[in-house]
């Protein structure tokens, strides 16, 4: 019995290049793309709507008028 390793040029390379997950810097999973897993995109998510990566209102206040009705 002469079972030779096959041997397949050596190197196993992935279908693409997967980028470091952006919550924790794993590789990113294709399903989660670019996240690693559900967990980290909803953390991502979450963090958006904290407010974390927030664009600065404009104040607006003054354009708007007629709202400064006192008694
Ligand atoms: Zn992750």
Known sequence: MASEPIKTGGKVEPL???R???ECGKP???EH??????RCRTL???RW???SYA???AEDETKAGG???RE
């Open 28 to 30: 990113s999973a294709r």
């Open 33 to 38: 793309y670019p996240f690693c897993s559900d």
């Open 16 to 18: 693409r290049k997967t």
């Open 44 to 46: 991502d998510l979450s």
């Open 55 to 57: 664009i600065p209102v």
């Open 20 to 22: 470091p997950c952006p």
């Open 67 to 69: 709202g400064d009705e």
């Open 49 to 51: 709507l904290n407010g």
